[in-house]
T-cell receptor, first 114, second 112 residues
Framework: EAGVAQSPRYKIIEKRQSVAFWCNPISGHATLYWYQQILGQGPKLLIQ????????DSQLPKDRFSAERLKGVDSTLKIQPAKLEDSAVYLC????????????FGSGTRLTVV | QQQVKQSPQSLIVQKGGISIINCAYENTAFDYFPWYQQFPGKGPALLIA?????SEKKEGRFTISFNKSAKQFSLHIMDSQPGDSATYFC???????????FGTGTRLTVIP
C-alpha cells in the first residue's frame, strides 16, 4: 500500500511570499488532514476534509492560509503571505475513519521563512 | 488549551533499560489513545494504541498502561535499543472529536 505522498520536501521562502504544498492521500481514505508541526511541538491540526468538504478549519489562520481538496483526492495547502512564524513542518495525513483508525502521515514539507 | 499533556520533554536511557513516557488528559469523552513514533525527517507513525476498557496493552517491547480514574496513560519501552531513539507523541480522541489531539512529544535517546 502506497503511503501519503507530499511535495515538496523542503521549501525556503522570504516573508510575504506565497507557497503551496501538495498532498496525495492513501487510496480510499476519505478523510484528509493538514497539520502544522513547529519544532519541538506536537502536530497541530489546521484543517480536516471529509471527501471534498471541510469538517474542521477552526485552527486555520484564514487570513493567510487556504486549502482545497478537489475531487476528494489530492489536496493543496497555500500560505499567502508567509510570516516568519509559519516556519514549521506541514504534515498531511489521511485516515479511513475520521479521527481514528488508519491515521497515516506523510513525511511532511519543511518550510523555512526568512 | 493543551488537551493532552506529555512528560518528560526529553529522556536519555541506557541500552537495555526501560523508557517510560507519561501522558495525562482531561476530557472524559476521550476513548482512543494512540502513541506515535517519529524519526527525523519522517512523519509520525502509529506505534500502539489502547482503549479505556483495558488497563494494559502490550506489543513486543512496547506496553501502554492506562489508568482511567487518574486520566493518565503511559508508554513503556522494555529493553530499549539505540534504534528506538526518536520522538514519541501520545494522542487522544473520542466522542464528538473529529481528529487526534497530540501531546507535545518526548525526545528519547538510547545510549549504546
Amino acid at each position: 500500500e502506497a503511503g501519503v505522498a507530499q511535495s515538496p520536501r523542503y521549501k525556503i521562502i522570504e516573508k510575504r511570499q506565497s507557497v503551496a504544498f501538495w498532498c496525495n492521500p492513501i487510496s480510499g481514505h476519505a478523510t484528509l488532514y493538514w497539520y502544522q508541526q513547529i519544532l519541538g511541538q506536537g502536530p497541530k491540526l489546521l484543517i480536516q476534509f471529509q471527501n471534498n468538504g471541510v469538517v474542521d478549519d477552526s485552527q486555520l489562520p484564514k487570513d493567510r492560509f487556504s486549502a482545497e481538496r478537489l475531487k476528494g483526492v489530492d489536496s493543496t495547502l497555500k500560505i499567502q503571505p508567509a510570516k516568519l512564524e509559519d516556519s514549521a513542518v506541514y504534515l498531511c495525513a489521511s485516515s479511513l475513519e475520521a479521527g481514528r483508525y488508519g491515521y497515516t502521515f506523510g513525511s511532511g514539507t519543511r518550510l523555512t521563512v526568512v | 488549551q493543551q488537551q493532552v499533556k506529555q512528560s518528560p520533554q526529553s529522556l536519555i536511557v541506557q541500552k537495555g533499560g526501560i523508557s517510560i513516557i507519561n501522558c495525562a488528559y482531561e476530557n472524559t469523552a476521550f476513548d482512543y489513545f494512540p502513541w506515535y513514533q517519529q524519526f527525523p525527517g519522517k512523519g509520525p507513525a502509529l506505534l500502539i494504541a489502547i482503549r479505556p476498557d483495558v488497563s494494559e496493552k502490550k506489543e513486543g517491547r512496547f506496553t501502554i498502561s492506562f489508568n482511567k480514574s487518574a486520566k493518565q496513560f503511559s508508554l513503556h519501552i522494555m529493553d530499549s535499543q539505540p534504534g528506538d531513539s526518536a520522538t514519541y507523541f501520545c494522542a487522544a480522541t473520542g466522542t464528538g472529536a473529529n481528529n487526534l489531539f497530540f501531546g507535545t512529544g518526548t525526545r528519547l535517546t538510547v545510549i549504546p
